[in-house]
């Protein structure tokens, strides 16, 4: 994987090994990284080499911070630790950050046990203890690593911006450092990749209903694509949009713990507004076909997209996604499917 | 702000309280506050919370959790689903940001 070059390195030499210094300071690089990662461009591409860095100008007794190859990851923990001399050991998460790569256990004990061997931390740091995120627990083991490394793990705050406080109080976290809460600026954040990632597979999509919305009793119709294809388009934009957006930003208020029915809601919504914006103008979507069409396609729609944002939430679990998708799936593609045949209908009646 | 709760009675999330130790490595670790320790025991506040990271699972010395671990991801069930396989999550989509 090609990694991203972190500028103003320089180096110092700890028992003869050459070691990568890293300011603590962001610069716009990084800044700008970080937003073309939000947009999902390059993302899984946003790595940092693997191993040891030194952040000020760290000694035998400086704390040493583990974080995944992750750029973001990275940046956020230098860029915590600024006024102060630590190592920070980078494990190899392929480019995915801490908790997921904990998930999967590429941020691990294993990963964890062999970085410290091959960076030979125990011969440049006195003390055997390193402070990793607590977001990392689910990869790591700490009694195991003890046993393998002889290092003991202390667990740091779930954000590293929370890391000056931690150590200020003598490596202690708070309630409240400990907590994974969701708050609408973390969700807010998530829409880009959001519209990006769905955007691939809805603009085809588009891109079809667009095309066939020509197709009449009589042949093909340019014209026709263009009037009728546009507001299909539209609706199917508008559905997609609404999800994609309300979705994140109105989680807790929308009804219902299961992410699907959360969806529905906003689908629901949509078709309210619609009614109410077209009133008894409502055969301006065409006949009764295409309007029975999108009173099924876009909930099941909006109740989709909703329903795979539980991957980018921080609360839901594995046996709770599977029931719900069990369920939601099923209903979902039937109403969808039902949907674009009565559309397909619509057209040659 | 009105609070995140996920589906009730689904997670796996299991505490055998006669190995407890009580080294609160498990509330220490728990991103969600599912377990208390009083008396050198653990206790489970609120399995519903629980999201199945298995942390707790992963730290506790004497294993006395134990927990289905997986990530919660519709996309990674679903993928898992089409290919015949575990829930597999390549994090080239909405997750894992």
Known sequence: ??????????????????????????????????????????????????????????????????????????????????????????????????????????????????????????????????????????????????????????YGPVRAQDLPAFLDAGMRATEQMRRVHFPIEDRIVLIPVELVSWGKYVAPVAAVFFFLAGLNPKGYSGALAISAGTQNVLLLLAGFLAAAVFGPVLLPWLPGRSFSVKGLWIGMAMLVLGGLLLGRRIDVLGDSFSVAAWVLMVPALTSFVALNFTGASTYTSLSGVKREVRIAVPIQLACAALGIALWLVGLFV | MARLEYLKNVVTLNLDADKCIGCERCAEVCPHGVFTVEDRNARIIDRDLCMECGACQNNCPVEAISVGKGAGCAQAVITGALRGTEPTCDCSNNCCG
């Open chain 1, 1 to 154: 994987m090609a990694k991203e070059a972190i500028r103003e390195i320089s180096f110092i030499t700890r028992n003869g090994r050459r070691i990568p210094k890293v300011p603590a300071e962001l610069n716009w690089a990084d800044t700008f990284g970080r937003w073309k990662a939000r947009w999902a461009i390059g993302r899984m591409k946003y790595a940092v080499e693997p191993g040891i860095y030194a952040v000020g100008n760290p000694d035998a007794d400086s704390g040493v911070y583990v974080s995944a190859n992750y750029k973001m990851s990275f940046d956020c923990l230098r860029s915590s630790l600024a006024g102060r001399d630590g190592w920070i050991l980078v494990l190899d998460t392929k480019g995915i950050n801490v908790w997921c790569a904990a998930g999967k256990g590429t941020f691990g004990t294993q990963e964890l046990a062999r970085r410290i061997e091959e960076t030979g931390l125990s011969e440049f740091v006195r003390h055997r203890t390193l402070v990793v995120p607590q977001l990392g627990a689910p990869g790591v083991s700490a009694h195991q690593l003890k046993a393998q490394s002889g290092f003991s793990v202390v």
